[in-house]
């Protein structure tokens, strides 16, 4: 039985394609903390973070477990974070997820939605105490804020990676 030549060749291309998108809009989320904003107490949600967990939930094969350390990296060294806070406390998250799925007997949009007020607010502290220990302040009611804002921009970002995926499945 012969093969076409451009079979495996286009497989493999359709198939980055379907990768990359999850990938970039992840990066993209990264890269709007560039935008200048001049702000007495953060007030930034962690964008790329909210992307990588609407993904997360959405598609749960997208991601391997290990796939926390890139992006918390890239996190890490456009944010401004202790390098390495991301990479941590972006694991940690995962491994908790997916420890949280396989014990789960179901799953609802409102108990994503509690599990990644947990993971967003877990990360937020997290950083804030990692930052403390390497000489920043230690001052919780200035998150609060960006808690909030995080928590209520979650399902605007769960849609736009909804958009983003039925855009994917598509092409």
């Given at each position: 039985?012969?093969?076409?030549?451009?079979?495996?060749?286009?497989?493999?291309?359709?198939?980055?394609?379907?990768?990359?998108?999850?990938?970039?809009?992840?990066?993209a989320?990264?890269?709007?903390?560039?935008?200048?904003?001049?702000?007495?107490?953060?007030?930034?949600?962690?964008?790329?973070?909210?992307?990588?967990?609407?993904?997360?939930?959405?598609?749960?094969?997208?991601?391997?477990?290990?796939?926390?350390?890139?992006?918390?990296?890239?996190?890490?060294?456009?944010?401004?974070?202790?390098l390495?806070?991301?990479?941590?406390?972006?694991?940690?998250?995962?491994?908790?997820?997916?420890?949280?799925?396989?014990?789960?007997m179901?799953?609802?949009?409102?108990?994503?939605?509690?599990?990644?007020?947990?993971?967003?607010?877990?990360?937020?502290?997290?950083?804030?105490?990692?930052?403390?220990?390497?000489?920043?302040?230690?001052?919780?009611?200035?998150?609060?804020?960006?808690?909030?804002?995080?928590?209520?921009?979650?399902?605007?970002?769960?849609?736009?990676?909804?958009?983003?995926?039925?855009?994917?499945?598509?092409?």
């Amino acid at each position: 039985m012969s093969r076409l030549r451009g079979a495996d060749e286009n497989l493999a291309l359709v198939r980055a394609q379907l990768s990359l998108i999850p990938a970039a809009s992840v990066i993209a989320g990264s890269l709007l903390c560039l935008i200048p904003l001049v702000a007495q107490a953060p007030v930034m949600p962690p964008l790329a973070l909210m992307v990588f967990l609407a993904w997360r939930f959405l598609r749960p094969e997208v991601w391997p477990i290990w796939a926390g350390l890139p992006f918390g990296l890239f996190d890490d060294l456009l944010s401004g974070n202790p390098l390495g806070s991301g990479m941590l406390l972006w694991t940690i998250i995962l491994l908790a997820l997916d420890i949280a799925e396989n014990r789960a007997m179901w799953r609802d949009y409102w108990i994503d939605w509690f599990a990644a007020t947990a993971a967003l607010t877990f990360y937020i502290m997290g950083a804030m105490v990692l930052n403390a220990l390497t000489g920043g302040g230690w001052l919780i009611v200035p998150l609060l804020p960006q808690i909030a804002a995080t928590i209520l921009l979650f399902p605007l970002v769960l849609r736009l990676c909804a958009r983003l995926d039925q855009r994917r499945l598509m092409l």
